[in-house]
């Protein structure tokens, strides 16, 4: 079913004939574009009107099989421009009707948006009498309904499997399939389970709706004696619940949605176990770890970069090098921590297991370096090893971090390091030194940390 919020009253269908003076001949005059209590007006006025004086017409809607034709006695309009050229539209003030124990124009109106309404529901009508299975049929396409009629319980759930049905009115007692066992095959399976149904019966037993009821039924219709207004009032109930069940499914759709947007994007800002911790507990306690391996790299000379080129520039560039970073980085089961300006960090043997995370960082490092040197930029690595604790600290803008000496010291070390090199302390270099070329760069003062020795690797002694 189309969704009815934005549905507004069309009377384009609708057809005003002139009636001449013998009370039998009509004379097309054109398609309403408006309708109220007071007026109407038409475009494409086909057949013009004495002027000045009141004349009758007739007022026929596109569902005239259904409902009577309105009779009304209209006068042109008074203190209204002639009518446009393009489009011949004019208005006319509705005098009097003709009919008026019939219905009145706003029930007509009614009726039409009620008409509107209704024919956006498809409704499957099952019954082995033909003479109540029309009769249904006729009422409801009366209302507006798209209705269509079966005989049988195996063509109605084949035709429930390929076309879309709102509402399913079925019969209870009829031969090789009864209502009960098609009301079973429906309330079964998956794809029609949501379907309300109608039961249809002969007589109202106790025992009968009690039964239709308890397997799903959404109601219960008597045929005999067929009462028109039981028939509308119930099928419109049933539609009313399954109009608002959609909405809510729907709802329930778009927030699911919407939490695997939210999901996602949890993942992509922290650890998957950090993800779980925080949706169970509302809060991340951080944790120590005791052998990670920690890698800053920053970019050399990117403060003069920005002071001669535009900022979009800058960025541009700078995020093409910051992908190729993270790919990297995931390339060799590494981390990514954060980027704060041209910095770079990461931290392996955290998230998950490495057999040698500073050998993981090393390797990743060397890749970093020559991915730089393609885009005309030189890159600067600092690695360092031990213990420090991890995770999201705060209630607002969570971020995975992590934090102790060994964080302070890679940074030391990457800031102390050889320019287009990746630069290891004595602690990580001892868990590389035999998979490794390279070779002390002496000893440094770094800034809080005292006396350094810096090594550089070069390579893989066997790679």
């Known amino acids: ?16 004939f002139l009636i001449d003076e013998t009370g039998i001949n009509l004379t097309r005059m054109g398609r309403i574009t408006e309708l109220s209590e007071s007026s109407l007006s038409i475009q494409q006025l086909e057949s013009v009107p004495p002027e000045n004086q009141e004349f009758h017409c007739k007022l026929i809607s596109p569902q ?41 124009i706003q029930q007509h109106i009614t009726e039409r948006n009620l008409f509107i309404t209704n024919s956006q ?50 019969d209870i007692v009829m031969p090789n399939m009864d209502g009960y066992q098609l009301l079973e095959l429906i309330k079964r ?56 069940r959609d909405r809510e499914q729907q709802a329930q759709r778009d927030l699911d949605r919407e939490k695997k947007k939210s999901d996602a994007l949890l993942h992509v800002m922290l650890p998957a176990e950090i993800v779980k911790e925080l949706k169970e507990t509302g809060r991340v306690e951080p944790q120590r770890h005791e052998k990670v391996a920690v890698l800053f790299c920053d970019i050399v000379g990117f403060t003069s970069f920005c002071d001669k080129n535009e900022p979009e520039v800058v960025v541009t560039k700078l995020e093409q090098v910051v992908e190729a970073f993270e790919e990297l980085a995931d390339f060799f089961g590494l981390y990514k921590i ?8 990461a931290v392996g043997g955290l998230v998950k297991p490495l057999d040698n995370p500073v050998a993981k960082c090393v390797e990743c ?39 102790g000496d060994t964080v302070n010291t890679a940074a030391r070390v990457e800031s102390n390091g050889i320019n287009g090199g990746v630069s290891l302390s004595r602690v990580a270099w001892e868990e590389v030194s035999n998979m490794f070329i390279g070779e002390s760069k002496g000893h440094i003062q770094a800034k809080g940390k005292g006396e350094l020795e810096i090594f550089q690797a070069f390579g893989l002694k066997n790679p």
């Not at 954060?338 to 960090?345: E, P, R």
């Open 64 to 104: 005239e099989i259904y409902m009577a034709p309105l009779e009304l006695t209209l006068k042109h309009k008074e203190n209204q421009s002639e009518p446009r050229q393009d489009s011949g539209s004019q208005t006319y003030s509705i005098i009097e009707l003709s009919n008026p124990d019939r219905q009145t």
């Open 338 to 345: 954060k980027t704060i300006g041209d910095a770079f960090m």
């Open 189 to 244: 399976d998956e794809s029609t389970k949501y379907i309300p149904v109608i039961m249809l019966s002969g007589v109202e037993e106790v025992d009968s709706v009690v039964k239709c009821i308890k397997m799903g039924a959404e109601d219960y219709f008597v045929k005999h004696p067929f009462k028109v207004e039981f028939l509308k009032a119930r099928v419109s109930a049933s539609l009313d619940k399954k109009r608002l």
């Open 1 to 16: 079913m189309k969704s009815t919020d934005s549905i507004q009253p069309d009377f384009s269908a609708w057809t005003l």
């Open 121 to 170: 529901y498809r409704i499957l009508v099952v019954d082995d009498s033909k003479l109540i299975r029309k009769a249904i049929e006729y009422r409801l396409r009366g209302l507006g309904y798209t209705v269509m009629a079966l005989d049988n319980g195996f063509e109605a759930m084949d035709i429930l499997h390929r076309e879309d049905f709102d509402l399913v009115l079925s």
């Open 365 to 403: 490092g060397l890749v970093m370096i020559k991915a730089v040197q393609n885009v005309d930029w030189q890159a600067r690595i600092g690695v360092h090893v031990g213990p420090l604790i991890a995770g999201v600290i705060g209630k607002q803008n969570y971020l995975f971090d992590v934090w």
